[in-house]
C-alpha cells in the first residue's frame, strides 16, 4: 500500500488566523485503499486539516494535491470525487432518508432506476433498514441518522471519504455496531479514507495509520504501537497514557 502514489496530499500547508498559524505547516499524504485517522485533543486542527483536504478552505501557504496537480474545488468533477461525512449525519429534516441520498444524484440528472439501484447497494453496505428510508431525520435513530450521513456521500462513488468525528454523539452500544461496520465497509470499498476522531482505541480499530496532532501540527504518525512503545516525545506519551483505560483493540483493520 505505502507504494502507491498519493491520492490526495498535503504539502507544507499552513492555515492562518488573525494571530498567526492555526495550523502547519503540514504535509500529509493519503494513497489509495488507505485509512488514516487524525487525532488529537481539542483544538489541535483536525477539522481544519480535513477541510483543507475537502477543499473547503484553502492554505495560506503550502498546497493541497489531487492525484499530484493541485486541487481546484472550484470545480464540479473535482468536488464530486470527495464524499464528506460530518457528525449527526448533517441531514436535511425537509427530506425523507432516501431523499437526502438522492437529492445530488436528482440534480445531476440520474434516472429513477439508476438511483434507486444506487440506494439498494448503499444501503446494503451500510445496513439500513430499507423500510426506514421513507422516514424523516426525525423519526430516525442516531446511528441510522450516520449511516444515512454516510450513504449520502458514498452516492456518486467519491475517490476520497472524508469523516469529521462520525460516532462522537452516538451511544457505546450504536458506536460499537457502527465502528464494526465502518471498518467492514472500508475495507470494501477500498478508497481512499480520512476519519477524524479524539479516540485513540476507534482510530486504532479503524485505521492503518494514526496521526496525531498538537497545536496545528504533525507530532507523530503510525501505528498504535509506534505510538505507544516509540512515542516521539513527552505528549505523545502522555496522550496515550490518557487514554489506556479505554479498551485498545489488537490489529489495526482487515
Known amino acids: 500500500m505505502t507504494t502507491r502514489a498519493p491520492l490526495v496530499e498535503l504539502r507544507a500547508a499552513t492555515k ?7 495550523i502547519g505547516p503540514v504535509s500529509l499524504a493519503i494513497r489509495p485503499g488507505e485509512t488514516v485517522a487524525l487525532i488529537g485533543p481539542s483544538g489541535a486542527g483536525k477539522s481544519t486539516v480535513l477541510k483543507l483536504l475537502l477543499g473547503l478552505t484553502a492554505p495560506d501557504a503550502g498546497a493541497v494535491l489531487l492525484d499530484g ?3 481546484d ?12 461525512v460530518v457528525q449527526g449525519g448533517g441531514l436535511f429534516p425537509h427530506l425523507s432518508a432516501a431523499g437526502n441520498v438522492a437529492l445530488v444524484p436528482r440534480y445531476l440528472g440520474w434516472t429513477a432506476e439508476r438511483l434507486q439501484a444506487r440506494i439498494d447497494a448503499l444501503a446494503a453496505l451500510a445496513r439500513f433498514p430499507a423500510e426506514a428510508l421513507a422516514r424523516f431525520p426525525s423519526e430516525l435513530s442516531s446511528g441510522q441518522a450516520q449511516r444515512i450521513g454516510l450513504m449520502r456521500a458514498l452516492v456518486l462513488d467519491p475517490d476520497v471519504l472524508l469523516l469529521d468525528e462520525p460516532l462522537g454523539a452516538l451511544d457505546p452500544v ?10 467492514t465497509a ?67 483493520p482487515p
Do not use: I
Open 73 to 84: 474545488a472550484r470545480d464540479p468533477s473535482v468536488r464530486r470525487r470527495f464524499g464528506y
Open 69 to 71: 496537480a493541485p486541487l
Open 174 to 183: 450504536t458506536r460499537a455496531e457502527l465502528q464494526v461496520d465502518l471498518r
Open 16 to 22: 492562518l488566523h488573525g494571530r498567526g498559524a492555526e
Open 186 to 252: 472500508f475495507a470494501d470499498l477500498a478508497k481512499a479514507v480520512v476519519v477524524v476522531t479524539h479516540d485513540l482505541a476507534e482510530a486504532a480499530f479503524l485505521a492503518h495509520r494514526l496521526v496525531l496532532l498538537r497545536d496545528g501540527r504533525v507530532v507523530q504518525e503510525g501505528t498504535l504501537d509506534d505510538l505507544a512503545l516509540r512515542p516521539a516525545d513527552a505528549f505523545v506519551a502522555r496522550f496515550v497514557h490518557a487514554q489506556r483505560t479505554l479498551s485498545l483493540p489488537q490489529g489495526g
